[in-house]
């Protein structure tokens, strides 16, 4: 069974800063990658698909990279509105989220 | 505009069964791909279900054999039949849409519900 580990389990930035998640899968997913931001009491909601395409609607601040085993969300100029919890998703087979990462906004 | 809106949750015994509702709007649910994803009190979210537009169904080890996936066409609902429920299965249960290629493995879920709360306790 595929295994999706995301690093930092936490971080904390300030506004105006870059911040990069990283997921890692155990085998290669091709880039059968999705990422979801998830504010607490809210659903998720779609940031990134297939690694790297932009869901509609979503600012340009957020980015998605990679492919095979290793990928990357990455969230540039922070704003206080992005501390949530991030996942990622991979699709290759069943669905799976790694098991997230708290951002919390100094 | 795509509206998700489950209900049905509640507190039940183990061993108890249930059946969550996810009436949709917006889009007809025969024609998507539509899945479940549920989340503990203060833990992450995991898969628990899905069904192809075509009708093909899948889910998660944790539910197989006591949970069921199912559309009603002519209310525009998919459902969770929770059978011999466990303690375990207290969650947050969010209905999603999504997008699934055929023949390729790009499949993410676009929209979602607010989600109900199952909780299994005696």
């Known amino acids: 069974d595929i295994q999706m580990t995301q690093s930092p389990s936490s971080l904390s930035a300030s506004v105006g800063d870059r911040v990069t998640i990283t997921c890692r899968a155990s085998q290669s997913i091709s880039s059968y990658l999705n990422w979801y931001q998830q504010k607490p009491g809210k659903a998720p909601k779609l940031l990134i698909y297939?690694?790297?395409s932009l869901q509609s609607g979503v600012t340009s601040r957020f980015s998605g990279s990679g492919s095979g085993t290793d990928f990357t969300l990455s969230i540039s100029s922070l704003q206080p509105e992005d501390s949530a919890t991030y996942y990622c998703q991979q699709s290759y087979s069943t669905p799976l989220f790694g098991q997230g990462t708290k951002l919390e906004i100094k | 505009e795509v509206h998700l809106v489950e209900s049905g949750g509640g507190l039940i015994q183990p061993g108890g069964s249930l059946r969550l509702s996810c009436a949709a709007s917006g889009f007809t649910v025969s024609s998507n791909y539509m899945t479940w994803v549920r989340q503990a009190p203060g833990k992450g979210l995991e898969w628990v279900s899905l069904i192809y537009s075509g009708g093909s169904t899948y889910y998660a080890d944790s539910v197989k054999g006591r949970f069921t996936i199912s559309r009603d066409n002519s209310k525009n609902t998919l459902y969770l039949q929770m059978n011999s429920l466990r303690a375990e299965d207290t969650a947050v249960y969010y209905c999603?849409?999504?997008?699934?290629?055929?023949?390729?493995?790009?499949?993410?879920?676009?929209?979602w519900g607010q989600g109900t709360l199952v909780t299994v306790s005696s």
């Open positions: 999603a849409s999504g997008i699934a290629v055929a023949g390729t493995g790009v499949e993410y879920f676009q929209h």
């Open positions: 297939a690694a790297s």
